[in-house]
């Protein structure tokens, strides 16, 4: 079965330091891989997505993820974190029946100034 | 509105009671997903509709918890008999493409946060 380890809890980081957050996956075929982010009393919203091709991919908000087969990794990067980044962060893979996205426990980001 | 929207915000109930909780899609959008997201955890899958075909089921607790969508539009979640381990926020989704490898975008709703007591 497919799952999602996501295994820093949380995460702290100052404002204009770099980013990098761990998303290890279990799938037997080439997953479909992405990245959703959850602010206080919002909604989950995607950040970026991995399907095929190249293993570097960008997303919105100045983010960008890598691919690694051989590590069954997609972590999650972004050179320069704003206070504004401040949230919980959830790496997920799509179901082989195409009827769900398995959502990873997530990793709470705090930024200090 | 043009994202999705879910009711109640908040419910409260004590146990034994039955709650509905509803889902107004983006309009259009052929996929409809419900998930569970207990405190401090990941968003875990309940169920998915395509159109008003209730496709996979296969996340729902326990028989108590019945989905429908019967006109491929607002989605009803409905939890009988509420227990306190039915306390979490209930997320509900919409994608525009219909079954096949999820390649489009879910966008989700703020959640409908139940409580029981």
């Known amino acids: 079965a497919q799952s999602v380890t996501q295994p820093d809890i949380h995460i702290t980081v100052s404002e204009g330091a770099s980013l990098e957050l761990r998303c290890n996956y279990s799938y037997g075929a080439t997953p479909y891989l992405f990245w959703y982010v959850q602010s206080p009393g919002q909604g989950l919203q995607l950040l970026l997505k991995y399907f095929s091709g190249d293993t570097l991919v960008q997303g919105i908000k100045g983010f960008e993820a890598e691919f690694k087969r051989s590590q069954s990794s997609f972590n999650l990067r972004k050179p320069s974190v704003h206070w504004s980044d401040a949230a919980e962060y959830f790496c997920a893979v799509g179901n082989q029946a195409g009827t769900a996205l398995i959502f990873g426990k997530g990793t709470t980001l705090s930024v200090s100034s | 509105g043009a994202g999705v929207s879910q009711s109640p915000r908040y419910k409260v109930a004590k146990r034994g009671q039955d709650v509905a909780l509803r889902c107004d899609p983006i309009s259009g959008h052929v996929s409809l997903f419900w998930y569970q997201q207990a405190l401090g955890q990941g968003p875990e899958f309940l169920t998915y509709?395509?159109?008003?075909?209730?496709?996979?089921k296969s996340g729902l607790p326990s028989d108590r918890f019945f989905a429908e969508r019967p006109e491929g539009s607002v989605s009803t979640l409905k939890i009988q008999r509420t227990q306190q381990e039915d306390s979490a926020v209930y997320l509900c989704a919409s994608s525009l493409r219909g079954q096949g490898k999820i390649t489009g975008e879910l966008f989700f709703g703020e959640g409908s946060r139940l409580t029981v007591l």
């Open positions: 509709f395509q159109n008003e075909a209730q496709l996979d």
